[in-house]
């Protein structure tokens, strides 16, 4: 069957006074709004959920001007990883080419490049797998009696000990001073306060994200200042989705928007209203799946928020 087409409404029309640029087009944000608004909890209440499982190898289909520095952003991955993407038939990918289909990583895959000197066994423990593990893997191209590998040879190392960070490993924010849209590390809040409730917290290895169910239409803030990367809609079950680079090693994403009001290289305020709740994408009610990457790795955005 084909693939389903993304609705056409997008971006949206600029929205009521309180959105991202008022008649003159001056951008506007309210930092601090508070709306009072009733969310009854009751059993007919959809719980927030997002599809996408961590173990689920994506298959994409390379645009012009794609880069793996791009569909990084995209995918949720760290660069490093992006040196394991594969052609369908198990290849390794020397250059992008449009048109090519290419299977991007699990989020519980690692990709492991081979330092001389190396052995299969000493690679499968430190990332608390077997060799045999690694050999299984059609990617790496391993025969079950080879032991010698290659320098610069890229294995695939599935179900890792994850790219997830423990409070401990969490960094401390530090403001750079050579660009003004540098954020503060200081996130805010990306719903108004009472206008949702965490319906999904945030789990290592089963649901990487923070969801807030909230009514449709709900103002979507900026957690900090940033530059708009992404914004569309996405291939992967996000819906329409914001991601914003934040300059200190840390990027936010907005998915399962309604609509949005940014796009790519925009410089957003803190606070800044970037779109509103919906349920677009892989989603089975209105709600924000909110993320939250530090160096590419994904954290509890409840270690950061207030």
Not at 170 to 175: I, K, R
Not at 219 to 236: F, H, L, N, Q, T
Not at 280 to 304: A, C, K, M, Q, W
Request: glycine fraction near 8%; hydrophobic fraction near 40%; charge should be negative.
């Amino acid at each position: 069957a084909p693939a389903a087409l993304p609705p056409a409404a997008t971006p949206a029309p600029s929205p009521e006074p309180d959105a991202r640029r008022d008649s003159a087009g001056t951008r506007l944000f309210l930092p601090f709004l508070t709306l009072q608004l009733a969310w009854p909890q009751t059993s007919q209440t959809a719980k927030a959920q997002d599809a996408n499982p961590l173990t689920e190898r994506f298959h994409y289909t390379i645009k012009p001007g794609d880069t793996l520095a791009d569909l990084a952003v995209e995918f949720g991955r760290d660069v490093k990883s992006m040196s394991c993407v594969r052609t369908e038939s198990g290849d390794e990918v020397m250059r992008l080419i449009p048109g090519q289909r290419i299977v991007i990583p699990a989020l519980t895959d690692l990709c492991h490049i081979v330092k001389a000197g190396q052995t299969l066994e000493q690679i499968a423990a430190w990332y608390g797998v077997t060799p045999q593990t690694l050999m299984a893997v059609p990617e790496n191209h391993l025969a079950s009696d080879a032991r010698t590998l290659q320098a610069g040879q890229t294995l695939l190392i599935p179900h890792a000990r994850s790219r997830y960070r423990s409070p401990e490993e969490v960094h401390v924010a530090q403001p750079r001073r050579d660009g003004w849209w540098y954020g503060d590390g200081e996130f805010i809040w990306p719903l108004p306060r009472g206008s949702f409730w965490i319906s999904q917290r945030f789990k290592h290895g089963k649901h990487m994200a923070l969801d807030m169910a909230a009514p449709l239409g709900t103002p979507v803030y900026a957690a900090d200042m940033g530059r708009v990367v992404k914004a569309g809609w996405s291939e992967i079950g996000y819906g329409y989705r914001v991601i914003i680079d934040h300059g200190i090693d840390y990027i936010t994403l907005y998915a399962h928007l309604s609509e949005y009001y940014v796009q790519s290289g925009d410089i957003v305020q803190k606070g800044e209203i970037i779109g509103r709740v919906g349920t677009t994408g892989n989603s089975t009610g209105p709600h924000l799946h909110f993320e939250i990457r530090d160096y590419g790795y994904l954290i509890d955005p409840l270690l950061v928020l207030p």
